[in-house]
């Protein structure tokens, strides 16, 4: 994707064998007692990032809370800005931590990845991702670009797939200015599904409220809104299906320096990726975005403690 925003369940059992431990080491010690924090491997303080958009900071403080709840040492630096900021803090250590998504990630370290799918993309991943970085499991939520029409217009006219727009043809689409250039823009709507007959309009708010109303307006008929975009919702769009892959996957995905890796610290970030889905991010984005301008680490706390990640 051509911007920087291409956008835990902790085991049942830690408390229990945290509280067994203490009544072996001690007959005395009490086993109501916090376990002193840890830090990753080595005992390396956890470091969390995030890129300058509110969703990230949301997956964030996800990562932090839960890593907390487990018993880590962890600090946060928020908003730090584009890959070019963030890898090279992840390297240096200045963070070790932070919400990554997977294609964005794979193309940065490949600019010619031929990967579309999320096993294609993690697989390729494991071999462009420099050695001292590691990534953990992926979510199921994705925040990408996609061809979206409104509800109305896929409704009358039976649009469910991108390739459906061959029925509507031709057709005007609003988009970011580099997508009439982009391969899984206009070059691969025509190379890909066949559909060539397209006026491309562009605006320069990649997939915000200005592209949103030329939808709604009807000055276009079709644009690219990311997949956790709030306004899919209230302004009833719809996301057209990619059977073909032209789009590639953009899974969140925690990334790490490896220096902080342990098998509890992956566990408790491979449950919250288990529960994550891409509407889950819509909602959450909603709510810090939305009229409530909750607060990104609220509304992670409360995702958190409503799917029993966070005790």
């Given at each position: 994707m051509f911007t920087p925003r291409k956008k835990?369940?902790?085991?049942?059992?830690?408390?229990?064998?945290?509280?067994?431990?203490?009544?072996?080491?001690?007959?005395?010690?009490?086993?109501t007692k916090a376990a002193p924090a840890t830090g990753g491997a080595n005992g390396a303080k956890i470091v969390v990032g995030s890129f300058n958009f509110p969703e990230s900071e949301i997956l964030?403080?996800?990562?932090?809370?839960?890593?907390?709840?487990?018993?880590?040492d962890v600090t946060t630096k928020f908003n730090l800005g584009p890959r070019q900021t963030t890898i090279p803090a992840l390297k240096d250590g200045s963070i070790n931590l932070m919400p990554e998504y997977n294609g964005n990630l794979?193309?940065?370290?490949?600019?010619?990845?031929?990967?579309?799918?999320?096993?294609?993309?993690?697989?390729?991943?494991?071999?462009?991702?420099?050695?001292?970085?590691?990534i953990l499991k992926p979510s199921s939520a994705e925040d990408k670009d996609a061809y979206v029409v409104t509800q109305a217009?896929?409704?009358?006219?039976?649009?469910?797939?991108?390739g459906d727009l061959s029925k509507i043809e031709p057709f005007a689409l609003g988009a970011n200015p580099q997508f009439g250039e982009l391969p899984y823009g206009i070059p691969g709507l025509k190379g890909t599904y066949g559909v060539t007959k397209v006026t491309f309009t562009s605006i320069e708010d990649?997939?915000?409220?200005?592209?949103?109303k030329a939808l709604v307006d009807n000055a276009v008929q079709v644009a690219d809104i990311y997949t956790t975009s709030p306004d899919l919702v209230?302004?009833?769009?719809?996301?057209l299906d990619d059977p073909k892959h032209l789009i590639a996957a953009q899974n969140v995905i925690p990334f790490l320096n490896k220096s902080i890796y342990s098998a509890k610290l992956a566990s408790v970030l491979d449950a919250i990726s288990?529960?994550?889905?891409?509407?889950?991010?819509?909602?959450?984005?909603?709510?810090?975005?939305g009229s409530t301008k909750t607060q990104a680490s609220t509304a992670a706390r409360d995702w958190l403690t409503k799917e029993g990640l966070l005790k």
């Open positions: 835990t369940r902790v085991l049942a059992g830690i408390v229990g064998m945290g509280v067994l431990l203490a009544l072996s080491a001690c007959a005395t010690s009490d086993p964030g403080n996800m990562y932090a809370l839960a890593l907390k709840n487990a018993g880590f794979l193309f940065f370290y490949d600019t010619k990845a031929t990967a579309r799918t999320t096993e294609e993309v993690d697989a390729a991943l494991k071999t462009a991702v420099p050695s001292d970085f590691q217009m896929a409704d009358k006219e039976g649009l469910n797939a991108i990649y997939g915000g409220p200005a592209t949103v209230s302004k009833k769009l719809k996301v288990a529960k994550l889905t891409t509407d889950e991010l819509i909602a959450l984005r909603d709510q810090v975005e």
